[in-house]
């Protein structure tokens, strides 16, 4: 089988292992308090070119959205979100479980606007039975969105302006910032991100750490006590420095933003693939997560041979399905089953080769299993 499910199907970029393995035996102080954290500290405060950011490391996704979400809000708050949005649909009611409520708003391809939010809180405010109804506290969105869509500098803009306007600090989730960031078309680098919104996390589990999460506190008024809640909620590892060297590593000579924009490139040959052999998408991606709309009898033929994530039911005989790059993912020439024009690329999982990146190389789809059989590949990290 060759997997693209997801993006952290593999272990970790090999120069984070070889740093990892390098500070092995060196004896540091606990939960985050050792030179590495600091060092990587300084080097996210650079590259988001805020020198006055709080910055910490948490090791997973829902624990980090959890925590800055828990450290947010009231009791009696919970937090707007699209209906489509991670703490909504992927984290079994994490937030939920922290007392506070998730409210969402229908999404346009995973984004939610400013006017949506200022619809929201309006209609809260002016409702004669507000204080019976919970209240909004803070606005969450995802960049990228989990339909690998990306918010325009104007969008994002305006959302922070109105979250301004009414108080509510405004949370973007970063699991995927880096494919985000890199995308063609992007409007939104990760300085410009960082004054658009009071806290954003930096993914490192989805783009090249073994686990790992940023989260960069842009606020004041959100900085105090951060650790405390931290501690609570099981975010602050006793070996915190096997955080700070990846993120060091991460952000040493351009590393986080080179992988990214491989996966990215690697994503389009995907893309191309479906698209040339007629297939449409269910979204208009320009990250490393792609969204071909299939018949379901293709899609259980190529199941057989590929890993994909099953996305939704389109109608009654096709669905959606999700195709992700991730750093590890790289074309290499395979064999020519029936139906592919003259040799071809293959995209597999097995060793990157930097200056191998090209986007027109597709294949059609005639005969997924004679293909696969003719193909052999396997998925294996760089």
């Known amino acids: 089988m060759i997997y693209f499910n997801s993006d952290y199907l593999e272990g970790a970029h090999p120069s984070v292992m070889a740093r990892l393995n390098e500070t092995n035996m060196v004896q540091t102080v606990g939960y985050g308090e050792d030179e590495y954290c600091a060092a990587a500290r300084e080097k996210i405060r650079a590259v988001c070119q805020a020198p006055e950011a709080d910055v910490h490391f948490l090791v997973g996704g829902t624990q980090t959205n959890t925590t800055v979400i828990a450290s947010i809000l009231r009791p009696w708050q919970g937090v707007l979100s699209a209906d489509s949005g991670h703490i909504n649909c992927h984290e079994a009611g ?31 405010r002016n409702d004669e039975s507000t204080e019976h109804i919970v209240q909004p506290g803070m606005v969450y969105i995802s960049h990228p969105t989990e339909g690998g869509t990306l918010y325009s500098k104007a969008e994002l803009t305006a959302l922070y302006d109105t979250c301004r306007k009414y108080g509510l600090p405004l949370f973007i989730d970063g699991a995927r910032l880096g494919y985000g960031v890199m995308a063609d078309g992007s409007e939104l680098s990760i300085p410009e991100i960082a004054r658009l919104c009071d806290v954003f996390y930096i993914g490192g589990t989805k783009v090249g750490a073994l686990f790992g999460e ?41 590393l986080y933003f080179k992988i990214s924009r491989h996966a990215d490139e690697m994503a389009y040959q995907i893309r191309d693939i479906f698209v040339s052999a007629g297939y449409p998408l269910l979204f208009d991606s320009p990250t490393n997560q792609q969204y071909p709309i299939m018949p379901d009898d293709e899609l259980a033929e190529l199941g057989k041979n590929f890993g994909y994530e099953y996305w939704e039911r389109v109608d009654k005989t096709h669905s959606g399905v999700r195709f992700c790059a991730s750093w590890a993912t790289t074309p290499g020439a395979r064999g020519r089953p029936a139906g592919r024009r003259t040799d071809p690329a293959k995209i597999t999982t097995t060793g990157t080769n930097w200056n191998n990146l090209r986007r027109n190389d597709t294949w059609k789809h005639t005969d997924w299993k004679s293909w696969a059989s003719s193909t052999p590949g396997r998925c294996t990290a760089i």
């Open 214 to 254: 940023a989260v960069v506190i842009m606020n004041p008024a959100l900085k105090k006590d951060f650790r405390f809640i931290m501690k609570q909620r099981g975010g602050r590892m006793a070996k915190g420095r096997l955080l700070g060297i990846q993120f060091d590593a991460l952000f040493t000579d351009d």
């Open 94 to 124: 994490a937030i939920e479980s922290t007392g506070h409520k998730v409210i969402t708003l229908p999404a346009a391809e995973g984004k939610i606007t400013a006017q949506q939010v200022q619809d929201y809180v309006e209609w809260h």
